[in-house]
């Protein structure tokens, strides 16, 4: 054990001590024969292996006959385990995407391991993308999404300029569906804390409701400070219905909240005008002029943008509130799905394409265009963020 521990205590030489080991065993030497005992002793004194001191002196005879001092400095390898393996990418740029699903698919593919290809995903070499269905886009399709987009452009007349509209009168709307529990959550207990307690009669049939969102451009003052947070409010699709029968829990004839299922037109149109509109009126910023616009997508159970009883609801209190359609299969021109003017290009760009009919089709006119970053955080952090963007 004691033998051990020595061994470990010895320390290792930085270049100048080695340097100065090799002037001290020259001047032990005699015509490149070293004295008896001279390597032990400057091991000794160094408190390092006597193999140590020889590699030095071994290093060092062979520039003996070299003008120049000899280089006895430590040299450490450049590369140090395993050689990565390289990996040609365009291999697997060259799969069918249904073979490049998964790492087991790809490696067994190119002819690598699994824990290589993994590696590479790690280092960012391979990016994982997640792709998810979208709406296919008809030639009508496209030219309805056109004019709306172009619906939306404030042109100048002074100069060449133009903006696309700040959009503060547009309520977005749209449902949502929102299971009462999960079949599964996670929770952080401390030790000895009892697991809680949750119950259902079944996992598959959880309760889920429908709610109506709506929500609009939130405004700022100059100094930054919000004014109107935008949100009009989510409403329930739900109905208060008496029990019909007496049970432990409550009296026959007690209201209980019972979720609507089946939201047809009729529905549509009494949660729009007995809550959205209410709302609208109580929470809208004064000194708005002008029309403001419901926009809703394309669904079945929407009404039609010009339903008698809702125009006649929509002009009370000296307000002018419209329904409108957003494009179909556009999901992305609505905040409350996809995003919003996703697959809108500048002007500059869509006028540079040429023709028309260039400009409805092809890629640039479907749903696979990629928005570029336009460092909307950034801007926001310094104050520069436009409400309206050219």
């Known amino acids: 054990m004691e033998r051990l521990i020595n061994l470990n205590s010895k320390k290792s030489l930085t270049n100048e001590q080695r340097q100065a080991i090799y002037q001290r065993l020259l001047q032990e030497s005699s015509?490149?024969?070293l004295r008896k005992g001279s390597i032990s002793d400057i091991a000794n004194s160094y408190d390092v292996y006597t193999k140590t001191i020889s590699r030095i002196w071994g290093r060092g005879k062979l520039h003996v006959n070299e003008e120049s001092m000899a280089d006895v400095s430590l040299k450490k390898?450049?590369?140090?385990?395993?050689?990565?393996?390289?990996?040609?990418?365009?291999?697997?740029?060259?799969?069918?995407?249904r073979r490049q699903s998964?790492?087991?698919?790809?490696?067994?593919?190119?002819?690598?391991?699994?824990?290589?290809?993994?590696?590479?995903?790690?280092?960012?070499?391979?990016?994982?993308?997640?792709?998810?269905?979208?709406?296919?886009?008809t030639e009508a399709n496209k030219m309805a999404r056109l004019e709306f987009c172009f619906s939306k452009i404030n042109r100048s007349l002074s100069n060449n300029d133009s903006t696309f509209d700040d959009m503060f009168n547009v309520v977005h709307i749209d449902e949502k569906w929102f299971y009462l529990t999960k079949s599964s959550r996670r929770y952080y207990l401390v030790p000895g804390e009892d697991e809680p307690l949750r119950i259902c009669k079944s996992k598959k049939f959880i309760t889920k409701f429908m709610f109506l969102a709506a929500?609009?451009?939130?405004?700022?003052?100059?100094?930054?400070?919000?004014?109107?947070?935008?949100?009009?409010?989510?409403?329930?699709?739900?109905?208060?219905?008496?029990?019909?029968?007496?049970s432990k829990n409550r009296v026959a004839g007690t209201l209980e909240t019972k979720p609507i299922f089946s939201v047809?037109?009729?529905?549509?149109?009494?949660?729009l005008i007995e809550k959205v509109l209410p709302t609208i009126r109580a929470?809208?910023?004064?000194?708005?002029?002008?029309?403001?616009?419901?926009?809703?997508?394309?669904?079945?159970?929407?009404?039609?943008?010009?339903?008698?009883?809702?125009l006649e609801e929509a002009s009370r209190d000296g307000f002018d509130i419209r329904l409108c359609f957003q494009p179909p299969n556009s999901p992305d021109l609505n905040v409350l799905d996809l995003g919003f003017f996703r697959a809108i290009q500048s002007l500059q760009e869509q006028e540079s394409l040429g023709t028309i009919d260039e400009l409805i089709s092809g890629v640039r006119g479907g749903n696979n265009y990629q928005t570029p970053h336009i460092g909307k955080g950034k801007l926001e952090r310094q104050g520069n963020l436009p409400l309206q963007i050219d």
Do not use: C, Y
């Open 31 to 33: 015509n490149g024969k």
């Open 77 to 97: 390898s450049k590369s140090v385990g395993r050689k990565k393996k390289k990996i040609n990418f365009g291999e697997v740029k060259d799969l069918p995407f």
């Open 102 to 137: 998964n790492i087991r698919s790809i490696a067994n593919s190119i002819g690598v391991s699994k824990s290589t290809l993994q590696r590479r995903v790690q280092e960012g070499a391979l990016r994982p993308h997640t792709n998810a269905v979208k709406p296919d886009l």
């Open 215 to 246: 929500v609009v451009h939130p405004r700022f003052d100059a100094s930054g400070n919000e004014i109107f947070s935008g949100k009009i409010g989510i409403f329930p699709f739900t109905t208060l219905e008496p029990a019909k029968r007496s």
């Open 264 to 271: 047809m037109k009729e529905v549509t149109r009494t949660w």
């Open 283 to 310: 929470k809208w910023p004064q000194g708005h002029t002008g029309p403001i616009f419901i926009q809703q997508d394309n669904a079945k159970p929407h009404i039609n943008v010009n339903d008698s009883r809702f």
